[in-house]
């Protein structure tokens, strides 16, 4: 019940018109399994619930192939606010099933791609979040996030060099960020460009005066010349 009630709080909060169900059946956790508009058939309903009880694999497939088969499609955007509100509450497996359903709904919604790139990201699922961020850049080329996301992981993996390239390009699309900027310098600097590295932790401090460089600004003015 306190899902629901804060899953009220945050439609109804909205300032526009929404594709709001006449229905929905929820599981025993709390996930919205699937939504109705106008009358629904018992069958239907029956049926839904059958297939809610395959577990959360089968209804990412089912979601993925066009959630809530019995009624009219919601929109991509209804989706994306579901998995939105399931994240911001603490809820990462139920958050990826609507960002996935979101993407199923919308091949070249490069959000919900970086979102489900994102939650692989934080599961430790390095290949499906490599995965995720590419289909994003595939449908955004300059999605600034979805750019340092996969700059991120390069990193991880020891590809500096695709990681600063990736960062150039998150920067050049997000100028105005400093944790880009310092991001792509600690990339630089551990590469040993470090004059374009001072350049970039430079632009990150006037940017914002808290940001964390002064270490590597240190290390990089105690490097012989």
Do not use: C
Not at 141 to 149: E, F, R, V, Y
């Amino acid at each position: 019940m306190a899902r629901l009630e804060m899953l009220h709080r945050l439609l109804f909060s909205w300032r526009r018109p929404l594709p709001l169900p006449a229905g929905f059946l929820v599981d025993a956790r709390g996930l919205f399994r699937a939504f109705y508009r106008g009358r629904v058939e018992l069958e239907r309903v029956v049926k839904d619930a059958e297939v809610a009880k395959m577990g959360l694999s089968a209804w990412r497939a089912r979601a993925a192939a066009g959630p809530g088969q019995h009624q009219a499609p919601m929109k991509t955007m209804s989706w994306f606010a579901f998995g939105k509100f399931y994240l911001e509450h603490g809820h990462d497996d139920a958050a990826l099933v609507y960002f996935e359903a979101a993407v199923g709904q919308d091949r070249k919604d490069a959000n919900a791609h970086n979102m489900v790139g994102a939650l692989h990201a934080r599961a430790k699922r390095l290949v499906k979040a490599q995965a995720g961020f590419e289909a994003a850049l595939a449908a955004d080329p300059k999605h600034a996030q979805a750019l340092a996301n996969l700059a991120n992981l390069m990193v991880g993996s020891r590809q500096l060099n695709r990681a600063i390239a990736l960062y150039a390009r998150a920067v050049a699309v997000d100028a105005t960020n400093p944790v880009l900027r310092h991001a792509y310098g600690i990339s630089l600097a551990n590469a040993g460009k470090l004059a374009s590295a001072k350049r970039q932790l430079l632009k990150a401090r006037e940017l914002d005066a808290n940001a964390p460089v002064g270490r590597a600004l240190q290390m990089i003015d105690a490097e012989p010349k």
